[in-house]
């Protein structure tokens, strides 16, 4: 078809993009058909979602050169072209629907994401191709239009899903490295605390023994006065007893003097 229709080399060169995203569309849903997991069958949905994207984005290129050359080529020319446009349109549409049946059968929050508000069971999505079949061109491209902005709101919105998770995780992040540094100091200053109150320990330790030695001094000194004390009573009460030596210092008791007298004759 390509080849009968007379294209710039731009056109050409868009027009053959275009076929080979069809090509790996019609590929990828004859693999999705061997896919049993839905995991893998959201992946592959992902990925032809994004197909169906660029080939939305070449067609409106493809229209825009069209519409460049219009004044150039001939009215038969334009007319091909146009109806060149209008099958491509009506073969996205295609896939557009076809992709919808699919994803009303997976029950994978992935896909939810995604999902254009269909909302449609899938008898009812088989129902709307069949319907497609029998609508116009320009009918077909309104819808195929819509269906294409439909998906890339869908698109924008797991977009800014992603980006507050990343955002959410990033402030989580963040969160959890100022609690492990707070918990670093707190172990820290607990250690400090405990280092101090062994300290403190030691010294109250060393503050009791010396508190107990000078008791002890005091006793002794206390004794020692005692003893001497009592040595001195005994001593000034019976100055006599020779088993008590006399204290250095302490003088002994003076004899009583008797005064003697003569009488005159």
Known sequence: MANELQMSPQLEQIHGEIKDNFRALSNGFQRLNNIKDSNRQSKQLEELTGRMKECKRLVKEFDREIKVEESKNPPEVNKQLNDEKQSMIKELNSYVQLRKTYMNSLDNKRVELFDMGAGASEPMAEENVRMASAMSNQELVDAGVKTMNETDQAIERSKQVVEQTIEVGTQTAVTLKGQTEQMGRIVNELDTI??????????????????????????????????????????????SNKNIRDIPGLAPPAPSRRLLYARDP
């Open 194 to 239: 405990q280092f101090s109150i062994k300290k403190a320990s030691q010294l109250v330790k060393e503050i009791g023994r010396q508190v107990a030695t000078d008791k002890c001094i005091m006793l002794f000194l206390f004794l020692i006065v005692c003893g001497v004390i009592a040595i001195i009573i005994v001593k000034v009460v019976n100055p």
